[in-house]
């Protein structure tokens, strides 16, 4: 059974760039949030995406964009790159249960985008 | 921002040593998880204690959560050179329509020496 699995590993861009990062959840797993993650810090939410509809975001402006397929895979979009942009960036897919009950979160092994 | 904080930043010990790490969060929670991360890859889940549990068990690993003072600590017994890595303690918020976020610390680096 496969984790989450994230793609590319790492990858260059540069400023003023879009650049396009893809997740694919964990088996049975229906929902997926992306996590940016700066060097020596803890991860930040972006957004997380729930039947294909973003249901909540963090403090992140509208350059960064996602989607949800059917399959439950995920891509983040960003736009109009910047040099604080590079980060590493991580994708968690987990069960939804609604209720007070919340299931474990996965991580995949991170994208490591450098912007320059 | 960072809900929560971890501390202490960075420990250092001796292998076979135990490790404690402490977290400390702001707001009402479901649950808290850890993670491991070493070497700025992937985060690896390591326990998930419910608001309404207040110690869990996972081989080396001894997690506790006070409610009533919003932390957590996790212990790790016998320490390996291999548990060298960051830890972090991420609280998921009260779920609103269907919506779930992880609030993570700033974690604690850990060093095991040989």
């Known amino acids: 059974d496969a984790g989450v699995t994230q793609s590319p590993t790492h990858l260059i861009k540069t400023r003023g760039q879009q650049v396009t990062l893809r997740c694919s959840p964990k088996?049975?797993?229906?929902?997926v949030s992306w996590y940016q993650q700066a060097l020596g810090q803890g991860p930040q939410f972006i957004f997380q995406?729930?039947?294909?509809?973003?249901?909540q975001r963090g403090n992140f402006p509208d350059r960064f964009s996602g989607h949800q397929f059917p399959n439950y895979s995920s891509e983040l979009n960003v736009n109009a790159l910047l040099l604080g942009d590079s980060a590493l960036y991580l994708c968690?897919?987990?069960?939804?249960?609604?209720?007070?009950?919340?299931?474990?979160?996965?991580f995949g092994q991170g994208t490591r985008l450098t912007v320059v | 921002s960072q809900q929560g904080e971890e501390d202490p930043q960075a420990l250092s010990i001796q292998e076979g040593e135990n490790a404690t790490m402490n977290c400390s969060y702001k707001?009402?929670?479901?649950?808290l998880q850890w993670y491991r991360q070493n070497s700025g890859r992937g985060l690896v889940h390591l326990i998930l204690?419910?608001?309404?549990?207040r110690e869990k068990h996972s081989g080396r690993l001894r997690v506790t959560l006070d409610t009533s003072k919003k932390s957590s600590s996790l212990l790790i017994t016998a320490s390996r050179a291999a548990d060298t890595a960051s830890y972090f303690c991420?609280?998921?918020?009260?779920?609103?329509?269907?919506?779930?976020?992880?609030?993570f610390g700033q974690g604690t680096r850990l060093t095991i020496n040989p």
């Open positions: 088996s049975g797993h229906d929902t």
């Open positions: 991420a609280t998921d918020a009260r779920i609103i329509q269907g919506a779930q976020k992880l609030v």
């Open positions: 995406y729930y039947e294909e509809e973003e249901r």
């Open positions: 968690a897919s987990r069960i939804l249960i609604r209720g007070p009950l919340n299931t474990e979160a996965f």
């Open positions: 204690i419910r608001s309404n549990e």
């Open positions: 707001t009402s929670i479901n649950n």
